[in-house]
């Protein structure tokens, strides 16, 4: 079955509702762009060269067509831009943030597996799990100062943060691995899990389902609609 990927009228869409919730604040017409400028297809070509992989289709067209950042669930999208020659994501002034796609995107119930096979192939046998943060200090150990850092890689290796969504919590998207083009939501706790974005029937978003339905949401709320259903865990009030 064919699986629309296209963003006609959503550039638009998105920018008519930001201009509502400014005129409800009362404010003015903002002097900076809603989006970042979309990039071509050399450019999307460029950083899928510089990172050896394919990006999911519908991020791809995204980024041809609506920007390469701006709004988006909750708050904002991180911005794909070059800088230095290289490409990156940039997040909160923070950046740029790389993608590591040289294995796939681990589970949170298969992370303490693979954080024992790192640590093995260091000849480091691992103690007992931690409750709070699996096994780093067993990395701390073994990689020393850059024990977290290379904890924090592997955590978040296949992925890329796509999105900001306030006081600390965030948005993933997985490229590499089994679950490629779908979204995981992670809190701001220490070491927190990567939960699916579902929709209201309990399936997992793409990244097209995920920001649509944010969109929808926030014309409801521009309409005076409010949010329809209540969020859970694995499913947010935003993936409704």
């Known amino acids: 079955m064919h699986t629309h990927t296209g963003w006609s009228g959503v550039r638009e ?20 762009p809603v989006f970042e400028p979309v990039l071509t297809a050399a450019e999307i070509a460029d950083v899928e060269a510089q990172y050896g992989v394919e990006l999911p289709e519908e991020y791809r067209t995204f980024l041809a067509e609506v920007g390469s950042g701006g709004p988006g669930p909750e708050i904002e999208l ?11 994501w940039f997040w909160d002034g923070d950046g740029p943030i790389p993608l590591d796609p040289s294995g796939p995107f681990v589970e949170t119930d298969e992370w303490p597996g693979r954080q024992m096979e790192t640590l093995r192939a260091a000849g480091y046998e691992p103690t007992t799990r931690d409750e709070d943060d699996d096994y780093l200090e067993d990395f701390r150990r073994v990689f020393g100062e850059s024990g977290h850092e290379v904890w924090r890689a592997e955590r978040v290796r296949g992925a890329i943060l796509i999105s900001d969504n306030g006081c600390g919590m965030t948005g993933w998207l997985i490229v590499v691995g089994p679950h490629r083009g779908e979204l995981r939501d992670r809190e701001c706790a220490g070491n927190p899990p990567f939960e699916p974005y579902v929709d209201a029937s309990g399936n997992r978003h793409t990244f097209r389902t995920w920001y649509l339905a944010w969109l929808e949401r926030c014309e409801r709320e521009a309409r005076g609609e409010g949010t329809a259903g209540a969020g859970s865990p694995s499913a947010p009030p935003w993936s409704t």
């Open 78 to 88: 991180t911005t794909l831009r070059r800088v230095d020659g290289r490409w990156g």
């Open 13 to 32: 869409r998105v920018i008519a509702v930001k201009e509502a919730e400014r005129r409800a604040r009362g404010w003015g017409t903002s002097p900076y």
